[in-house]
RNA sequence: UCCCCGGUAGCUCAACAGGCAGAGCGGCUGGCUGUUAACCAGUAGGCUGGAGGUUCGAAUCCUCCCCGGGGAGCCA
C-alpha cells in the first residue's frame, strides 16, 4: 500500500525506498539535517528515519520553497515534495528535485548538536536529541536487525519466546549487587537474569529463550558494563554441554550471517568492514580450557592467577591470541555461581563455558550444563552461602522429573558491540543507564 | 569503591615559567547555480565549574566541594 499526499496524486516514500521511483514525483515526511546554499542553486538534506537525501532548491521551485530552503534550521520537520533523479555525485546515488517544501514545525531556537564535534559526555546529557544522529540512527537499526536476527533463530528451531519477572524476591547468583525496590513494605529487587525462570519453563516447553531486560547494581564504570542491559537467555531440556555450545556457535553465526546480509548500508555508515565479522565466524570458533587460558594471558605478559576470573585485560589478549570467538571452558567452580554442572572427571571446575568475542569486546555469552540432582543442588547452595527457603521453587523442579538441561545468556550490547565495531556499549542502546546516567 | 585525566564563548580547544582571555566551528548579516563537515567577507558572543587561600597581580599555584571523561575490580 502507498501512502498518498494530500493531493491524492503524489506518493509518500520513504528514502530507503527512493531509488525505484527514478522520475517519479513523491513526498518525503522528514527533518532537516543539514543546509547548504551557492546563491541560486540551495541544497536540503533531509532524513527520515530511513536514510539521507539531499533536496535540491532551484528557483525553478515555489518563490516560498525557494525562501525557506535558505531559512529552514537545522531539525525542522518538513514534508519535500520533488522529482526523484539518479544522481552520481549524490551519496546513495538518488537526489530530489525539489518543488515544494510543506513546513510542519520550524524551531525558534538553535539545535544544540551542531553537526561538529562535541564531547561524550555533552552528547549524553542530550541523548533524545542525539539518537538522530547520522552514527546513532544506523546503530539502532543494527540493533534491531541482530535481535531479529536472535528470535528468527529461536523460531526456526522451535523454541518458544517466554518471559521472566523482572521483579524478583531472590539473587540468581547471590554474589551481584542488586538494585531494591519497595514492593508493598517489603522489599523486592530488580532481576539480574531470568534464568532460574527459564529452566523452569524449558521443564514445560522442552525449549524456551526470552529477550529482557536485567539490572546490576554494580558501580561499574567502563565501556563494557551497563546498569541495565538486554540478555537473551535459551534454556533446554535434555541439552547437554557439548550441544549447548554448538547451540550457541550457531546461533552467534546466523547472527554474523544476517546483519552482514541485511544491514551492509549500517555496517558501511559505521566504517564497519562486513567482511571481518565473516572471517571471524568462518569454521569453528576456538576452544580452550581455564587453566589452560591462564597459561596464553600470562605468557601475553597479564598477571594472572588460577583461580581468578578473567579481567578484562586477560579477555583481550585471550582475543587477540585466537582471533575468533572462543569459548573457554571448565572454569573453577569457586568463580561460578552454584547452579552450574560439575565436571564428572573433575569436580574441581563447572561443567561451563564463556565466549569471548574477538577484537576485545569481551565476554558476550556465559553457558552451562545445570545442576539436575537435588541433593547436589542442595549442597552446592549450601557452599555458596545462599539461603535455601527462597530457592525452594528451583530445587522442586529437581523433584519432579528432573533431566540434563544447558542453557546461556547473551549479552545483546556486547554483541551489538561487536557487530558494530562501536568502543562504548552506551551507544548500543537508546538510552543507556550507567552508574552516573539516570537522564534522559 | 579505588586510581588517572579534565572543567575557559553555544561546541571543540589554545593561552610558555603567575602579567591585556584567543582561535576554529556553530549563530547572525551579506556574496556565490552543484554543494558534500562547501567556500568568501563581516559581526555578536566570557563572573575561565563553585567556595576559600597564597600573591602587587590567578584561567594558571594550594585546599575543599561539585560535575564530566578514561580505567580497575565485578560481570553480559
Known amino acids: 500500500m502507498t501512502a498518498r499526499n494530500g493531493d491524492g496524486s503524489t506518493p509518500i516514500v520513504y528514502v530507503e525506498e527512493l531509488s525505484g521511483h527514478v522520475g517519479e ?102 541523548r533524545h536529541l542525539w539518537i538522530r544522529g547520522q552514527k546513532q540512527m544506523p546503530l539502532l537499526r543494527l540493533r534491531d536487525g541482530a535481535l531479529w536476527a536472535m528470535r528468527a533463530f529461536f523460531k526456526e528451531r522451535r523454541f518458544i519466546a517466554t518471559e ?57 564504570k567502563t565501556r563494557r558494563h551497563l546498569t541495565e542491559f538486554w540478555m537473551l537467555e535459551a534454556e533446554m531440556a535434555y541439552l547437554e554441554h557439548e550441544e549447548n555450545l554448538q547451540l550457541q556457535e550457531d546461533l552467534v553465526r546466523h547472527v554474523v550471517e544476517y546483519v552482514t546480509q541485511e544491514h551492509r548500508r549500517e555496517l558501511e555508515v559505521l566504517g564497519r ?32 592467577e588460577y583461580g581468578q576470573d578473567l579481567g578484562a585485560p586477560a579477555e583481550d589478549a585471550l582475543s587477540e591470541h585466537f582471533r575468533r570467538p572462543v569459548f ?13 554442572k560439575r565436571c564428572a572427571d573433575e569436580p574441581g571446575v563447572a561443567l561451563c563455558a564463556d565466549l569471548i568475542a574477538p577484537e576485545g569486546y569481551g565476554e558476550i555469552i556465559g553457558g552451562s550444563q545445570r545442576v539436575d540432582d537435588q541433593q547436589e543442588l542442595e549442597k552446592q547452595l549450601r557452599e555458596a552461602g545462599l539461603a535455601e527457603e527462597p530457592y525452594q521453587w528451583y530445587v522442586d523442579l529437581r523433584r519432579w522429573g528432573s533431566v540434563p538441561h544447558s542453557g546461556f545468556g547473551l549479552g545483546v550490547e556486547r554483541t551489538v558491540a561487536w557487530l558494530s565495531g562501536i568502543h562504548h556499549l552506551r551507544e548500543t542502546i537508546p538510552f543507556p543507564r550507567m552508574i552516573d546516567r539516570l537522564d534522559p
Open 273 to 304: 568492514d562486513p567482511q571481518v565479522l565473516m572471517d571471524e565466524v568462518e569454521g569453528p570458533f576456538a576452544r580452550v580450557s581455564y587453566a589452560d587460558a591462564v597459561e596464553i594471558v600470562r605468557s601475553a605478559g597479564v598477571e594472572m
Open 164 to 220: 521472566a519477572p523482572i521483579l524478583v524476591s531472590t539473587s540468581v547468583e547471590g554474589t551481584t549487587t542488586l538494585f531494591t525496590v519497595d514492593y508493598f513494605g517489603r522489599p523486592a529487587y530488580l532481576s539480574q537474569s531470568g534464568q532460574l525462570y527459564l529452566e523452569a519453563t524449558c521443564a514445560a516447553l522442552g525449549k524456551a529463550y526470552w529477550i529482557g531486560p536485567v539490572f546490576r547494581a554494580e558501580k561499574s
Open 328 to 340: 573457554v571452558e571448565r572454569f573453577p567452580v569457586s568463580i561460578k555461581p552454584f547452579y552450574m
Open 25 to 126: 514525483g513523491v513526498v518525503i515526511r522528514g527533518w532537516v539535517a543539514g543546509t547548504r546554499s551557492s546563491g541560486k542553486i540551495k541544497f536540503l538534506i533531509v532524513r527520515d528515519g530511513t536514510g539521507l537525501v539531499q533536496g535540491v532548491v532551484t528557483p525553478s521551485a515555489d518563490k516560498e520553497t525557494f525562501r525557506l530552503a535558505e531559512e529552514l534550521p537545522l531539525e525542522a520537520a518538513v514534508k519535500v515534495k520533488g522529482t526523484v533523479s539518479a544522481d552520481d555525485r549524490a551519496p546513495g546515488g538518488v537526489e530530489l528535485a525539489v518543488e515544494h517544501v510543506t513546513p510542519v514545525h520550524i524551531p525558534n531556537e538553535e539545535y544544540p548538536i551542531a553537526p561538529k564535534e562535541h564531547g561524550v559526555g555533552f552528547l549524553m546529557q542530550r
